[in-house]
């Protein structure tokens, strides 16, 4: 079930990852061994689900910021009389 370091995984197939391995860990019938290599690919796929949820979250709030910047400029009709 391990996925290579280098190899890209989507967040939503690393999340089905994670939940397939806390249903076996929560099973309690995995051995001791096999439970902590279970629980190491875990901690691996967590961290991985982590960074891509921080690299959206900084996608958004730069288009928030860039959608905000066009926002911020007034605006002004080029046939409305000014002054009157």
């Known amino acids: 079930m391990a996925i ?3 190899q ?6 690393a999340m089905e990852q994670l ?3 806390v249903a076996q ?11 902590i290599e279970l ?5 691996r796929l967590s ?3 982590g960074g891509k949820l921080e ?3 900084r996608k958004i709030e730069m288009l928030i910021e860039t959608e905000q910047g066009f926002q911020k400029k007034p605006f002004a009709p080029a046939n409305e009389d000014k002054g009157e």
Not at 8 to 13: Q, R, V
Not at 25 to 35: H, I, N, R, T
Not at 39 to 43: A, K
């Open 39 to 43: 629980f190491q690919e875990g901690m």
């Open 8 to 13: 890209e995984i989507s967040f939503e197939a």
């Open 47 to 49: 961290r991985l689900c």
């Open 19 to 21: 939940e397939a391995i």
């Open 25 to 35: 860990l929560e099973s309690g019938d995995v051995p001791l061994e096999k439970a």
């Open 4 to 6: 290579a370091d280098n």
């Open 55 to 57: 690299q959206v979250e």
